[in-house]
């Protein structure tokens, strides 16, 4: 499920619930989730460990907020409808808003995508731009309260009314607890739920695990303000290192190195240039060779497996309690779809609060969200089956589907029409099924 099968947000369609939503995690998730509760509960409490500034800036409890964050369109578009003026405050902050079908220099299977036949709209800020502007439109809804510095350690929940709340300390270490009719857990892929599920009687879920072992190694470089180039040379075998320049705020690029199954991105300066120069492409070299590096250090973040918890597979989950965003699954980040799946997430549970209310609620939204993850599961995972040290379940016909997508890439570096339907299925918009129409076949496998 992709953002072609969802019906669009509409707030009208929401009944009013008595009672508060509680959000666990400030995240991009979490803020999405928070916008969707608050237009159908009395009160909304986010409660989030860290301390939230007013201005972008990267969170201690979010390192890879300091890497490069891509919003594919369905997460733009979705947090659009959400919080309207989004893009425009983005791009007033000093994000930019570039034409993915010309601006983007996609680089992979040797050589280059043509430039598309279709204007692909594409924001461009820094992961901490995108979470400042969201939770500031999140601030501004009269019945949200923003708890920072607060600490969640365990749910209220009792077997004849379920989840009904939580336990927290603030920001002095006090215990206080919180009542609530519906909590949403988006505490990330450090999640707790499932080993409360375990200890209190209930079964949690399994976990599919792809392990990839990336690195990511981050500087920042001054950009010419007339450069707004978007830099994207992903690993691709028997290459296992990449390079990413997302252009920013303040006239700045976001630039970043990737290396996989043990090839580690580095963390001094020479090394860090001469992995760059090992991309085979002259930009991945020159950028911070010839600019000037912003940084004042190199960030450097691990990231060693995927991984899918399949709470769409329970039978049994208490009341009052959901999980969203990388809480469920946490993707590759070389395919930049968290911000994105979990704004979809939060469509989901605004759709179904305004179709059942709160009745048989947690397992039909497990439900509907699977159908989202799987989605963005498949680009990711599929791709780094292409790869063989990857390791963990693999999907049936996963060596056939690379074959495809191989040969579609090839031909997309001469073929504008199968460069726009590869970014549309990349960026969310459609279905990977829509490689298959005969259309695209031909194209694909002409001579």
Not at 34 to 49: H, L, M, P, Q
Not at 94 to 121: C, I, K, S
Not at 218 to 227: A, E, M, Q, V, Y
Request: proline fraction near 7%; include cysteine; hydrophobic fraction near 40%.
């Amino acid at each position: 499920m992709v953002l072609a099968d969802i019906d669009r947000y509409d707030q009208s369609r929401n009944a009013q619930i008595d009672g508060r939503a509680i959000i666990l995690g400030a995240s991009m998730a979490g803020l999405a989730a928070a916008k969707v509760v608050s237009d159908v509960f009395d009160e909304v409490a986010v409660i989030e460990r860290d301390p939230l500034p007013d201005v972008p800036a990267t969170r201690d409890g979010a390192p890879q907020t300091s890497h490069p964050h891509v919003l594919l369109e369905a997460g733009r578009t979705t947090l659009e409808d959400f919080f309207p003026g989004f893009s425009e405050d983005v791009i007033r902050s000093g994000g930019l808003m570039v034409d993915a079908a010309t601006e983007m220099e996609y680089y992979e299977n040797g050589g280059f995508f043509a430039d598309g036949p279709n204007h692909l709209p594409m924001l461009c800020a820094s992961r901490a731009l995108f979470e400042h502007v969201v939770r500031q439109h999140v601030r501004e809804l009269p019945n949200v309260e923003l708890l920072d510095n607060c600490r969640f350690y365990d749910y209220l929940y009792t077997s004849e009314n379920g989840v009904t709340g939580v336990r927290y300390r603030d920001g002095t270490g006090n215990k206080k607890t919180l009542s609530a009719a519906l909590v949403v857990d988006a505490t990330g892929r450090t999640s707790r739920t499932p080993d409360w599920l375990d200890e209190n009687g209930f079964e949690a879920p399994d976990v599919e695990e792809v392990s990839i072992n990336v690195t990511y190694s981050t500087i920042r470089l001054d950009r010419p303000s007339d450069n707004r180039t978007v830099l994207f040379v992903p690993p691709s075998p028997p290459r296992k290192r990449g390079v990413a320049a997302i252009p920013i705020e303040d006239g700045q690029w976001e630039f970043i190195l990737q290396g996989i199954h043990g090839d580690d991105a580095p963390t001094d300066c020479p090394a860090f240039i001469e992995f760059a120069n090992s991309i085979p492409v002259d930009e991945a070299g020159q950028l911070p060779r010839e600019r000037d590096w912003v940084s004042d250090e190199i960030h450097h973040y691990p990231f060693p497996s995927s991984i899918r918890r399949r709470y769409d597979e329970l039978e049994e989950f208490p009341d009052g309690l959901v999980v969203t965003g990388d809480a469920i699954a946490s993707f590759n980040p070389v395919y930049g779809q968290g911000m994105s799946v979990g704004s979809l997430d939060a469509l989901l549970l605004h759709h179904l609060l305004a179709e059942t209310g709160l009745d048989e609620f947690a397992l039909t939204y497990f439900s509907r969200t699977a159908a989202v993850i799987q989605q963005a599961w498949q680009i990711a995972v599929v791709a780094d089956f292409a790869f063989p040290m990857t390791t963990g379940p693999k999907p049936l016909g996963t060596d056939l589907l690379n074959w495809y997508i191989n040969r579609l890439i090839r031909s997309a570096h001469a073929d504008g029409e199968l460069m726009d339907a590869f970014y549309r299925v990349f960026r969310l918009e459609k279905s990977a099924t829509s490689l298959f129409r005969p259309g695209v076949v031909r194209r694909v496998l002409q001579p």
